[in-house]
């Protein structure tokens, strides 16, 4: 059980491969998204399997008995990334908005490292999460090496088609 064509569904079509499992030997069923399938599986006992993420796989080997998790993205680290981008002729159109997004970006990523329990505490009343499993995806580090989330670094977002710090934007 999973959200086709999502984070999830990526995932584990990379995780079987990586095993060495044809993807199309699997009978997968489609939620409408990660939540979704959480909720699904645990009121569903016909089904073997779901794909979720944070806060779910907090509380699911409680919920559903003769469960345990397989993979977390402790052990898959970096196989999922969020990407932000813009149409390049919005960018040519509107430099300001881009150049004042990319500081918001980093600026928020920067406000999470410095102060991970304020983070944690905005996110559970932004989606009314429980703060503590706001935590877990922060991490004590603020999404360095610890959490569910690993928030990138400038470092880390650039590539050869960002070829600008976001203070020369």
Known sequence: MLAQNSP?????????????????????????????????????????????????????????????????????????????????????????IVKNLVRGIFEGMDMVRKDPKMAARALAAAFKLPEEDCGKMIGGDGGIAEGDAHLTNYREMRSSSWTRSPGEL
Do not use: C, E
């Open 8 to 96: 999830s569904h990526y995932l584990i079509m990379s995780l079987l491969i990586d095993a060495g499992i044809d993807p199309g030997d699997i009978d997968f069923r489609w939620a409408a998204d990660a939540p979704s399938a959480a909720k699904i599986f645990v009121q569903d006992d016909s089904y073997d399997a779901f794909v979720g993420w944070s806060p779910d796989i907090y509380n699911i080997t409680d919920r559903v008995k003769g469960t345990r998790l397989v993979v977390t993205t402790g052990t898959a680290n970096h196989l999922i990334a969020d990407v932000w981008a813009v149409r390049n002729d919005f960018f040519k159109d509107h430099p300001d």
